[in-house]
């Protein structure tokens, strides 16, 4: 019954480090803002997931951490010292940037790749490589993704390019919540 | 009602409606005849879909309006300003992209009232034990602004992984999921403004969209569960402060799970007993060889088929200071 291979516990210093500067690499200052408030924490196991946790709570989940199977919001994990922004870290983000881009298809929910055909707009401009939050009709969040174009490429490219990949097996999309959430 | 024209054989019921002999004369005693009979019938139809509202994620107006532009048609449910029931829908309610945005949550309309009955306060410390799959923990989240704190305690390891799941895509944040059994809870130094216990039972009450629970229990088996039941709400009342709120649910309709549990319990603490403002029957004082507490009659028995619902038994207790 007891989670013996997990340990939740604060981050390191370095292991905030990390998720703050790709935060801030990615979504600049106001993405930072979105952690205001916020403690992070670690849920340390064969995935290194990471956490935000409001102060009170942070203080309650010190008391009975060895107990502890979540607190707060999942907003990404750390592999190979790299922080992976997921599903409910873009939304928080999101709260405070204007880094998105708004999709007119569902597909992107199913784990399947955003082609340019697929863009109804973009609200800043980003570059290859860059992580972008996703929204489909009526501004509805949807996820994360990495561009494999620029913002300047997409208004070139065929209606066939993939913009973003999609992915089945990580906590980018939504869909992720019906594929593997229960 | 033992007239010969309409009196009830339990042992033809049982073969028209596949339950077993047991269940239906429990019925009989616990609800008369015609309520039997009613409650029968009712179990082969189909319940509509009901989904909560999350202002964690939206306003109702915002959500009832995306919704309606995909067609689907909503009704009120009374009393329940967050519940609606879904009377026609050409989509697929538990996959759409409003549902994975956690704007709403499917949820039985009944089993959104024991969260509404606990009434948490957005500065107090609520445990809500036994809490998968997340439906009244989030409910709760929701009551109190997603402020405060919420300790939600499940024991399995698969279900807390569908509790933290459904509590992120929902948007809760002020929630700590413990992997741990609440027959221990007295172990952590933790005491409790507020507790909800939808304690694990037999299901009678669900046997509508359930329809295995018609023969998949024994009588031992419900003894079983209120055992356990007992325990854990023994152990819940010792970790509520003085003066705390307690409320006990269960979507069994069996007095030994219920009145037969609180009886037992109000033996051995100090507490009071609520008058529920909801519709419903009131507990049963007596139930074959039980004599119960006479402050039972104060919870509620929701049966299905008067409330177009699930059943349910609920109780509000109060830990005296």
């Known amino acids: 019954m007891s989670n013996k291979t997990v340990n939740f516990r604060k981050t390191t210093k370095t292991e905030e480090e990390i998720v703050r500067r790709e935060i801030e690499e990615q979504f600049g200052k106001k993405g930072l803002d979105s952690l205001q408030n916020r403690l992070l924490w670690m ?4 995935i290194k997931e990471i956490c935000a946790l409001r102060p009170n ?7 009975i951490s060895h107990n502890l199977y979540f607190a707060g919001i999942p ?3 750390i592999k190979n010292d790299k922080f992976h922004l997921e599903i409910e870290g873009s939304a928080l983000i999101r709260l405070k940037s204007k880094k998105v881009i708004h999709i007119k298809t569902d597909q992107f929910l199913y784990g399947k790749s955003i082609f340019t055909d697929n863009v109804l707009r973009f609200d800043e401009v980003f570059k290859k490589g860059d992580l972008i939050i996703i929204e489909g009709r009526n501004n509805i969040h949807y996820g994360v993704g ?12 065929p209606s066939n390019t993939v913009i973003i990949k999609g992915s089945k097996n990580t906590p980018k999309d939504r869909g992720w919540y019906l594929r593997k959430g229960n | 009602m033992h007239k010969e024209d309409n009196y009830i054989n339990p042992y033809k019921l049982s073969e028209e409606y596949n339950y077993d002999v047991y269940m239906i004369e429990r019925f009989v005693e616990m609800m008369g005849e015609e309520e039997t009979s009613n409650l029968l019938k009712f179990n082969e139809t189909e319940l509509n879909k009901t989904i909560r509202l999350n202002t964690i994620r939206s306003s109702f107006e915002h959500t009832v309006k995306l919704l309606e532009r995909k067609r689907i048609k909503l009704e009120d449910i009374v009393g329940i300003p967050e519940g609606k029931e879904i009377i026609g829908s050409p989509v697929p309610i538990g996959a759409t992209p409003e549902y994975l945005g956690g704007y709403y949550m499917l949820q039985g309309k009944n089993s959104m009232l024991p969260s509404r009955i606990l009434a948490p306060k957005t500065d107090e410390l609520i445990g809500d034990f036994a809490a998968a799959p997340g439906g009244k923990t989030s409910h709760l989240a929701q009551l109190m602004n997603n402020e405060g704190t919420i ?3 499940e024991i399995s390891s698969n279900r807390c992984r569908s509790l933290k799941s459904n509590l992120a895509r929902m948007g809760v944040e002020n929630t700590i999921i413990l992997q741990y059994d609440t027959r221990k809870i007295n172990e952590l130094d933790l005491r409790f403004d507020k507790i909800l216990l939808d304690a694990p039972c037999s299901g009678s009450g669900i046997i509508i969209s ?4 018609k023969q998949s229990k024994t009588l031992s088996d419900i003894l079983n569960y209120q055992k356990y039941q007992t325990e854990l709400l023994t152990e819940s009342i010792q970790v509520l402060k003085p003066g705390g709120e307690l409320v006990y649910c269960t979507c069994s309709l ?7 549990v609180i009886t037992q319990v109000l033996e051995k603490f100090d507490c009071k007993i609520e008058e529920l403002k909801i519709q419903g029957k009131a507990g049963l004082e007596k139930f074959q060889q039980y004599n119960f507490h006479p402050d039972v009659t104060k919870a509620k028995r929701i049966y299905p088929h008067t409330s177009k619902g699930e059943g349910f038994f609920i109780i509000k207790m109060v830990k005296e200071q």
């Not at chain 1, 849920?43 to 064969?46: L, N, Q």
């Open chain 1, 43 to 46: 849920r340390d196991g064969k």
């Open chain 1, 57 to 63: 709570i942070a203080k309650i989940a010190k008391t």
């Open chain 2, 151 to 153: 300790i939600a305690l």
């Open chain 1, 75 to 77: 907003i990404g994990s």
């Open chain 1, 146 to 157: 990495e561009t494999i174009i620029s913002s300047e490429e997409l208004q070139n490219s």
């Open chain 2, 210 to 213: 359930d329809h295995s629970r």
């Open chain 2, 254 to 260: 069996e007095p030994e799970e219920n009145e037969l």
